[in-house]
């Protein structure tokens, strides 16, 4: 008799465990959405359960406010001597007396700023980088926005060196108390890069008043965590044998870590300097809400009239000192430490910032005599307000028709079903499944964190407008990951269109949030389609470049040995380059969901009904309780997505997943 295989019993494969538990989760959590009668209490979180943190959060800012004002008060008057400095400088000018036998002193002339800013670049980069610092700066002249500019360089002047003094403090305490890292200095951070912008000015607001220096400290407190994790990350990677050297010559750990660690670690700590920054020129506008001023303010009072021109200009005047400032301080971070020669006169080794000084000071005395030196003369200005205006215009009464029918079916066919789902989502069942997620992930350390926080959004009372940020922030993000994907796939593919695509989202990436919002509002009025479309242009860039970057690191070698095997070009892309580009593509996904949150959030001053609205509402009532309690929601939301999805990358990088 001959035996076959098809004589045997086939045995059935087992079913995987987790397969089981997740069908079951999600059957469970399925079932309370459809049928939310048969557990109300899961459906709903109870109202008798709900904990007044709000309320205890508003008597501990009434507390600290009534107790020590003389301290706030105190602080305020000692920042708002060097701040107030610093705006006379660069903006304002000095009135020594009073009448007629005043003294005026005046601010440092525009044709010497620009001058100096040319020298910088020079000195730094070259002539290339020298004349695009003095176009720049000239831009920001010749466009009328230089009384503006300065007083926002003023205040970028003095809350950058007070990020990098306490980010470098904060940062070495880190680095040699490991366990204050993990425990404390770690998950602050995390708060304070997740937390919303708006919620950071209203303690200001409350224990500094509104003023300059408010916004000061809100952009200091914002700006700063990067400038922790730099010096942190540069400390580590300092070799062992630069430590060693350090002990054997006999430095004291003062000497050591001033003298030896710290230089070393000097290229990363200038790039933590390059994103404090970008970051306190992206807060400088949410600050003037309380008191900034300058180029911020500007954009704000625009957006509040809907006038996009003037918007426009004030914004791309702070994208100019972006890029100005950001060239500068990328160029002072790979620049090589050059040796001095101490015998050398004075004049020869600090040749260039000697002549930046000299030319300030001829032109600023001889401002005093030639007043077009002083302030940059009315016939060299150009305004393009109105020709944003006639674009906005002709778009409008051409387009309307299109427009509105795009709008219209966008809302009843998309985004009311979606939120609709998304506010109908059990609390119990999400977050289960979120610490599900979580142990499946990271383990029990990961799903003791996220459950915890994600209940934290239903027991303050949030559910309804947490669910509602998430809505619209998930669809930016399906939207973003899934344009820049394409976007970077194809810029990995062809170096035209890389040459092409850089240069846009170089411009999207230091373009401030409102300035997303201002022309988008005009074509698509308020509400929730215009805040998908000013997130999805700000939240895009990262997908684009993590998905180019990972794809083309792909080693040269694997490429050749797919193309021996016979693959075809969508065979390598699918089975090679994709796959090996995935955890990186993951990473420009995570900051692209942490970059959206934070726009959804921003767009609540165009009518959205989150929790951005929440913190808006409480900073125009000063309720610092409601206020507080929304941005650590927010900041829970963004902790929670940001572990989850680098648990998942992580998982990929070590092929488990």
């Known amino acids: 008799m001959t035996l076959s295989v098809e004589s045997f019993p086939q045995q059935a494969m087992p079913v995987p465990r987790w397969t089981i ?52 008060r105190g602080l305020t008057e000692v920042f708002a001597v060097p701040l107030n400095w610093a705006f ?68 970028i002047a003095i809350s950058v060196p007070l990020c990098i003094v306490a980010g470098v403090a904060l940062g070495t305490l880190a680095f040699r108390k490991p366990s204050i890292d993990r425990y404390i200095v770690g998950p602050m951070l995390d708060l304070m890069q997740t937390m919303p ?10 224990l500094f008043g509104n003023s300059p220096v408010s916004a000061m400290l ?37 000497q050591k870590l001033l003298n030896v660690l710290l230089p070393s670690a000097r290229p990363s700590l200038m790039i933590g300097v390059n994103q404090v920054i970008m970051l306190a020129l992206n807060m400088v506008i949410i600050s003037s809400m309380i008191g900034a001023g300058g180029l911020g303010y500007d954009v704000l009072l ?15 005047a702070i994208v100019a000192l972006a890029i100005v400032l950001d060239r500068l301080s990328n160029a002072a971070a790979v620049k090589r430490p050059t040796i001095v020669d101490r015998s050398a006169p004075v004049w020869q080794r600090y040749s260039m910032l000697l002549l930046a000084c000299g030319v300030l000071l001829v032109t600023t005395l001889a401002s005093t005599v030639v007043p077009s030196l002083a ?3 009315a016939s060299l200005t150009i305004s393009t307000a109105p020709w944003w205006k006639v674009a906005v215009d002709w778009i409008t009464v051409n387009f309307f028709d299109a427009i509105e029918a795009f709008r219209t079916v966008l809302i009843l066919y998309a985004l009311n079903p979606i939120r609709m789902f998304f506010e109908g989502v059990p609390w119990l069942g999400a977050v289960i499944l979120i610490g599900l997620a979580g142990y499946r992930l990271g383990g029990v350390r990961l799903a003791v964190l996220v459950v915890p926080l994600t209940m934290f959004c239903a027991a303050t009372g949030l559910w309804e407008k947490t669910m ?76 684009i470049r993590y998905t180019n970057h990972g794809i083309r690191q792909i080693p040269e070698s694997l490429i050749e040995a797919a193309t021996v095997a016979g693959c075809s070009r969508r065979q390598m892309f699918w089975r090679v380059q994709l796959p090996l580009a995935l955890p990186e593509i993951m990473l420009g996904i995570n900051q692209t969901v942490l970059l959206a949150l934070s726009m959804v959030i921003i767009c609540a001053m165009i009518g959205t009904r989150d929790l951005g609205q929440e913190v808006f509402i409480a900073l125009a009532k000063a309720d610092a309780g409601r206020g507080i309690t929304a941005g650590f929601a927010i900041a829970f939301v963004g902790i929670v997505a940001d572990r989850l999805l680098r648990a998942a990358t992580d998982r990929m990088r070590l092929g488990v997943a």
């Not at 040319?118 to 926005?145: K, R, T």
């Not at 407190?221 to 350090?246: N, S, Y």
Request: glycine fraction near 8%; include cysteine; proline fraction near 6%.
């Open 88 to 155: 006379n400088l660069l903006a304002k000018g000095w009135k020594i007396g009073a009448g007629p036998e005043a003294v005026l002193i005046p601010r440092l002339s525009w044709v010497g700023i620009c001058a100096a800013f040319a020298i910088a670049g020079y000195a730094l980069g070259g002539f290339q980088l020298g004349a695009l610092s003095a176009g720049c700066i000239l831009y920001i002249a010749l466009f009328g926005q230089w009384t503006s500019a300065m007083l926002t360089l003023g205040l």
């Open 468 to 543: 509602a940020t998430l809505y619209l922030c998930t669809v930016a993000v399906i939207i973003s990951a899934s344009l820049g994907m394409a976007i970077g796939i194809m810029a990995a593919r062809s170096n035209r269109v890389e040459a092409t695509i850089t240069p846009i989202i170089d411009t999207l990436q230091t373009l401030p949030s409102f300035c997303f919002i201002i022309p988008v509002v005009m074509l698509f009025r308020v509400g929730d389609v215009t805040a998908l479309i000013a997130t999805v242009l700000f939240a895009i860039v990262p997908a």
């Open 302 to 316: 625009a957006l509040r009239a809907l006038k996009i021109g003037q918007g426009m200009e004030a914004g791309l």
């Open 21 to 72: 538990i997740w069908i079951a989760a999600i059957l469970g959590v399925t079932l309370l959405y459809v049928r939310p009668d048969f557990a109300p209490w899961a459906v709903y979180y109870p109202t008798k359960a709900i904990l007044p943190f709000a309320e205890w959060t508003s008597v501990l800012m009434a507390w600290l406010k009534v107790n020590f004002s003389w301290f706030t």
């Open 218 to 254: 809100a952009t200091a407190i914002f700006a700063t965590p990067p400038m922790v994790r730099a010096t942190v990350l540069g400390l580590k990677r300092i070799p062992h044998e630069i430590d060693d050297l350090g002990e054997m010559v006999g430095c004291t750990q003062r």
């Open 375 to 377: 302030d940059v003369p």
């Open 197 to 206: 912008t708006f919620a950071y000015l209203i303690p200001m607001l409350l």
